[in-house]
């Protein structure tokens, strides 16, 4: 697989495992006002939340055929910024100055780990 390609997909993955975090965060929300055990466990933003893991779970494991995990894994990273920017614009969650400095740090560690 391409190197572009490979990374752009790994990148995909991280977006998915970041947009599946912040669907569980709003699932566990939605737990507090339900109020039948099927309406608290089985709401629609777990289910999408679980159905994208599986996807990109699927998605990693083709990835590292053709990928080293000591390129691919350090990307995971990113999803320690990616979360606080979806989890600031999608549920309006708080978001510090820390946030962009640690940010930047987790890139720049990223950019240095998956050189090759």
């Given amino acids: 697989m391409n190197?572009?390609?490979?990374?752009?997909?790994?990148l995909l993955c991280v977006v998915m495992i970041s947009s599946g975090q912040v669907l569980f965060k709003s699932a566990a929300l939605k737990t507090v006002s339900a109020a039948g055990w099927m309406e608290r466990w089985?709401?629609?933003?777990?289910?999408?939340?679980l159905a994208i893991y599986g996807i990109a779970t699927i998605m990693w494991i083709w990835i590292l055929r053709y990928t080293s995990l000591s390129v691919a894994y350090p990307m995971f990273a990113l999803a320690f910024l990616?979360?606080?920017?979806?989890a600031y614009f999608f549920l309006h969650e708080p978001l510090s100055v820390r946030t962009f400095i640690?940010?930047?740090f987790i890139v720049v560690g990223v950019l240095v780990a998956t050189q090759t």
């Fill in 82 to 86: 990616f979360v606080p920017l979806m």
């Fill in 42 to 49: 089985l709401n629609m933003h777990l289910l999408i939340a």
């Fill in 3 to 10: 190197k572009i390609v490979s990374l752009l997909l790994t």
């Fill in 102 to 104: 640690g940010g930047a």
